[in-house]
T-cell receptor, first 109, second 113 residues
Framework: DAKTTQPTSMDCAEGRAANLPCNHSTISGNEYVYWYRQIHSQGPQYIIHGLKNNETNEMASLIITEDRKSSTLILPHATLRDTAVYYCIVRSGSEKLVFGKGTKLTVNP | DAGITQSPRHKVTETGTPVTLRCHQTENHRYMYWYRQDPGHGLRLIHYSYGVKDTDKGEVSDGYSVSRSKTEDFLLTLESATSSQTSVYFC????????????FGPGTRLTVT
């Protein structure tokens, strides 16, 4: 059973913020939200993770709702190189990573 | 980029032949993983290793075996390749099982004819 729901695809204009939503309504208290991405023909790449607080790093920001049932990955200034499939994963520390189908983000010039 | 290499990067083989894929890391990470990726299925875990000679099955382990005789090398073997094993295979490493980051290799594209 999938723990997360993501849109199949999204488009974004270059230079604009890309906001990728993820629904995880059955998340439990010890489960983290992870985001990975996979650029075409490459291995997946870790982006960011969080438990309940918002997080920011050099790649992106992660906004988690107060009830933790959904989150949004924000790429503040999308570039063409951000075109990729983005995976939202919910996982506790003892579980293996399980990748769903993700959201295919296309950044347009 | 994490020091992970996979070999070969591309391979075409015939049904029934044995195939071994190699993952090599220079990070001295304890955990290593083999995934396969197929259209419509995302990445699925085949086997993983939590130390030298310590391995366990993932969700799609049938038809595959693994070995890890050194920290840096994790081998995936298809004893008798089938067309259903045509896929892209990714190796990954992590320092701890509970770590948030797994680092992935560049992948091996295997075609079984």
């Amino acid at each position: 059973d999938a723990k997360t729901t993501q849109p199949t695809s999204m488009d974004c204009a270059e230079g604009r913020a890309a906001n990728l939503p993820c629904n995880h309504s059955t998340i439990s208290g010890n489960e983290y939200v992870y985001w990975y991405r996979q650029i075409h023909s490459q291995g997946p790449q870790y982006i960011i993770h969080g438990l309940k607080n918002n997080e920011t790093n050099e790649m992106a920001s992660l906004i988690i709702t107060e009830d933790r049932k959904s989150s949004t990955l924000i790429l503040p200034h999308a570039t063409l190189r951000d075109t990729a499939v983005y995976y939202c994963i919910v996982r506790s520390g003892s579980e293996k990573l399980v990748f769903g189908k993700g959201t295919k983000l296309t950044v347009n010039p | 980029d994490a020091g992970i290499t996979q070999s070969p990067r591309h391979k075409v083989t015939e049904t029934g032949t044995p195939v071994t894929l190699r993952c090599h890391q220079t990070e001295n990470h304890r955990y290593m993983y083999w995934y396969r990726q197929d259209p419509g299925h995302g990445l699925r875990l085949i086997h993983y290793s939590y130390g030298v000679k310590d391995t366990d099955k993932g969700e799609v382990s049938d038809g595959y075996s693994v070995s890890r005789s050194k920290t840096e090398d994790f081998l995936l073997t298809l004893e008798s390749a089938t067309s259903s094993q045509t896929s892209v295979y990714f190796c990954a490493i992590s320092e701890y099982e509970q770590t948030y980051e797994q680092y992935f290799g560049p992948g091996t594209r295997l075609t079984v004819t």
